[in-house]
């Protein structure tokens, strides 16, 4: 059985590796953000329980090229703790809505996964300005929390719900807002932008 698991994560390696040249191909594609917004209240209590995590400050500049040997990295990344962390609602783990926290205990939800993901990637050098927790609307109306990459090829998203690192303008969500660049603990919004049923978040 783990023979299997471990062929399957090396073959979506494999393959999102020859996505990197699809991505480079098809040239750069940022969110459009907006005014300062409200920090998710999880966030918040995240950050008041380790206040490093918020009061990181990016310089104003261009998003990390991305080369291959990074995208291989953020592939490895994103495989390896959708594939370690098991899981579980925050009712589950916590008793309660809307707990930000590490999955030190292999267990989590969806902005836990993107949390540790966040953690990898700066763990190797890529700065705090271009790794962003973001809030986006499933297709159903469901809230969700995914990672997002900025790169000098444009921004990609890491999701516990989809294998594949994708472009943010390849998946199927509403995006709404996320951390700003310079400033790990403000959260700016988003107009998606990709449909004219998509305003600003207020």
Same mark, same amino acid.
């Given at each position: ?35 300062? #917004? #409200? ?164």
């Amino acid at each position: 059985m783990k023979k299997t698991r471990g062929k399957l994560l090396l073959l979506a390696m494999a393959m999102q590796l020859t996505a990197w040249g699809t991505a480079y191909a098809a040239g750069p594609a940022f969110m459009h953000t907006g005014s300062r #917004t #409200t920090q998710p209240v999880g966030h918040y209590e995240f950050c008041q329980k380790i206040p490093q995590e918020c009061n990181q400050r990016t310089p104003k500049q261009a998003p990390i090229e991305l080369t291959r040997k990074l995208w291989a990295k953020i592939v490895s990344i994103n495989n390896s703790v959708n594939s370690k962390i098991a899981p579980r609602t925050d009712m589950e783990l916590w008793g309660k809505e809307e707990v930000w926290s590490y999955p030190n205990s292999g267990f989590g939800d969806c902005e836990d996964y993107a949390l540790e993901k966040r953690r990898a990637l700066m763990n190797i050098g890529v700065p705090a300005g271009d790794l962003l927790m973001t809030v986006a609307r499933q297709p159903n109306g469901d809230g969700h929390a995914v990672l997002t990459v900025r790169t000098s090829l444009g921004e990609f998203i890491l999701d516990n719900l989809e294998t594949r690192v994708l472009s943010w303008t390849a998946t199927d969500y509403t995006y709404l807002k996320r951390q700003s660049s310079q400033n790990s603990g403000a959260w700016i919004m988003i107009n998606d932008g990709r449909s004219d049923a998509v305003a600003s978040v207020r």
